[in-house]
């Protein structure tokens, strides 16, 4: 599988958020991440389905939507039915997660399972040969902008192992810090779509940012430590 690159809108501008959409686009975005939090599992509110609605009509790439949310099985339907292709749920607060990762792919979503960096890789070993994709925190959520935890490329070897081991050829995502720096070492370890937020919008030429940062990325997966 090729590195795809899944731009967040977190930190883009909100009030263009077209412009910026569309920006990554034309730097070869292939998915726009969208952060859903609710101000109890994470500290921010940000937004719900009636914007996911607005950027899908917007967007020429999937939405790969991020549930940052204490009961996300009231909400996958909505979130699915605004037209999100990925959807991510939290292992941390879901005691019934087989369930919610069925329930998502019934929806006809992608269903993903998210790891925040205190969470052992274990936590998704009975659900591992079912998702579809694991996300890996390498930040703790909440908020955009934060410094990447470097134990995170370990982190992402072990859910590598752990999918290879259930016979899933499912990829890896890696969400937190990520930019042109870091980028060849989280491939290197197996991470195969790779969220970037402030990589991108908060620079001077978003497109070029994201052309950047794939280039960045797709050298890493053809180098030998990659393989």
Known sequence: MSVL????????????LGDAIAA??????????????????????????????????VAAVPLDVHLMIEEPDRHIEAFADAGAAMISVHVEVLPHLHRTVHAIKALGAKAGVVLNPSTPVGA??????????????????GFGGQTFIPRSESKVRDVRGLLDGAGNHAPVEIDGGIDRHNV?????????????????????????????????ALAAVTSPAAR
């Open 124 to 141: 998704i070993l009975e659900i591992a040969a079912d998702v579809d994709y694991v996300l890996v925190m390498s930040v703790n959520p």
């Open 5 to 16: 690159i899944a731009a967040s809108i977190l930190a883009a501008d909100f009030a263009a």
């Open 184 to 216: 060849a070492r989280v491939v290197a370890a197996g991470a195969r779509i790779i969220v970037a937020g402030s990589a991108i919008f908060q620079t001077p030429d978003p497109e070029r940012a994201t052309r950047e940062l794939k280039a960045a």
């Open 24 to 57: 990554a686009e034309r730097g070869g975005a292939d998915f726009i991440h969208v952060d859903v939090m609710d101000g109890h599992f994470v500290p921010n509110i940000t937004m719900g389905p009636p914007v996911v609605k607005s950027l899908r009509r």
